[in-house]
């Protein structure tokens, strides 16, 4: 079965200071993964996709097959990164459903 | 594009009711999913609809089961309402490939008293 762990729950930093969200998985195939965020009072959604190999917003991720993580970060901090973020996993089968984590609040203090 | 369009936002039912969400998918997709997600958890997978039919479904009873509609719209129903039932219900919508990317609605919160 297709597991995300995200094993902080909260976590808080200062504007500027370097910023890394854990996340780790367990899946027996070739995985795809995703980081969705969801700002105060504003929807979920994609920031974005190993796939795509991109920095959106200063973040990125890279995915680490041996050590099944898949970690976001980010030089440097800003205020406006506070949110909730979620990792999530794509399932086999032509849905694709995501396999979502529990989320790590992130609080960047100024 | 006002996006994913969910409705209502808020509701309230007693246990052994009947409830139907509804959802409209973004301009261009055809493709919409719903989630559950319970207070402090992360979204979880209850199904997908494409082409009027559920693609795939998630671990969910069948008591939680849905519909799509020519116009790509979408509704999710849940009878026998149990108390573990309140919760965030997400809509998304997305193409059919990638049916990953998805664009999620501001949700519908279930209260089941």
């Known amino acids: 079965a297709q597991r995300v762990t995200q094993p902080e729950k909260l976590l808080s930093v200062f504007k500027g200071a370097p910023v890394e969200l854990k996340c780790n998985y367990s899946?027996?195939?070739?995985?795809?993964l995703f980081w969705y965020v969801q700002y105060s009072r504003q929807r979920l959604q994609l920031l974005l996709r190993h796939i795509s190999r991109e920095s959106i917003k200063g973040f990125t991720a890279d995915l680490n097959k041996g050590e099944t993580s898949f970690h976001l970060k980010k030089p440097f901090a800003q205020e406006e990164d506070s949110a909730m973020y979620y990792c999530?996993?794509?399932?086999?089968?032509?849905?694709?459903?995501?396999?979502f984590g529990s989320g790590t609040q992130l609080t960047v203090l100024p | 594009d006002a996006g994913v369009t969910q409705s209502p936002t808020h509701l309230i039912k007693t246990r052994g009711q009947q409830v139907t969400l509804r959802c409209s998918p973004k301009?261009?997709?055809?493709?919409v999913s719903w989630y559950q997600q319970a207070l402090g958890q992360g979204p979880q997978f209850i199904f997908q609809y494409y082409e009027e039919e559920e693609r795939q479904r998630g671990n969910f009873p069948d008591r939680f089961s849905g519909h799509q509609f020519p116009n790509y719209s979408s509704e999710l129903n849940v009878n026998a309402l149990l108390l573990g039932d309140s919760a965030l219900y997400l809509c998304?919508?997305?193409?059919?490939?990638?049916?990953?990317?998805?664009?999620f609605g501001a949700g519908s919160r279930l209260t089941v008293l």
């Open positions: 899946y027996s195939g070739s995985p795809e």
């Open positions: 301009s261009g997709h055809d493709t």
């Open positions: 998304a919508s997305s193409l059919v490939v990638p049916a990953n990317v998805l664009t």
């Open positions: 999530a996993l794509s399932g086999p089968g032509s849905a694709r459903q995501l396999t």
